[in-house]
């Protein structure tokens, strides 16, 4: 099976089916709804996803390996995770 999710940089099996229970089925809706809204959909599943997820999701996005986020970028992530109420999704 051609999964498009598995296909992107950093997502193996695991994550590409957190992703499908909550609704995310390729690139286009995984950029659509961005590295924040996609880990706070699975952590809202009940998935016991870590922060990597958060980067690696980030690292899919822009085609780089997680590891290779700037501290920075990785702050950014952070904030704006804690900056948005569960439950809300940004457009």
Do not use: C
């Not at 990597?52 to 950014?76: D, F, S, T």
């Amino acid at each position: 099976m051609n999964d498009e999710l598995q296909e992107l940089r950093n997502l193996g099996k695991t994550s590409a089916q957190w992703l499908h229970a909550v609704g995310i089925h390729s690139a286009a809706d995984l950029r659509r709804l961005g590295a924040v809204n996609a880990y706070r959909a699975v952590k809202a599943r009940g998935f016991r996803a870590s922060k990597v997820l958060l980067y690696a999701i980030e690292g899919a996005l822009l085609g780089i390996h997680w590891n290779e986020l700037p501290a920075e970028r990785k702050q950014a992530l952070n904030n704006a995770l804690d900056a948005q109420p569960p439950g809300r999704r940004t457009p």
